[in-house]
């Protein structure tokens, strides 16, 4: 979903939805879990940020 959305953020409503098939719970530290995890899996080739200016979440690959 994420690599989907090119430079358009993601709400952690839309990814809970996409991945649980639930409704977002909001304190839920599920979507910020599994984002940190993905983090550390991408490596330095991806950043993956919250975008407070657009309230999501956006996954970036690094120039190489």
Do not use: C, H, I, Q
């Not at 304190?27 to 330095?44: F, H």
Request: charged share 25%; hydrophobic share 40%; net charge negative.
């Amino acid at each position: 979903m994420l690599a989907r959305n090119g430079r358009r953020p993601v709400a952690a409503e839309s990814l809970f939805g996409a991945v649980w098939g639930g409704e977002f719970e909001y304190g839920s530290s599920a979507v910020k879990t599994v984002v940190s995890r993905l983090r550390r899996k991408l490596g330095e080739g991806f950043l993956l940020e919250f975008d407070d200016a657009e309230g999501g979440y956006l996954l970036t690959e690094m120039p190489g």
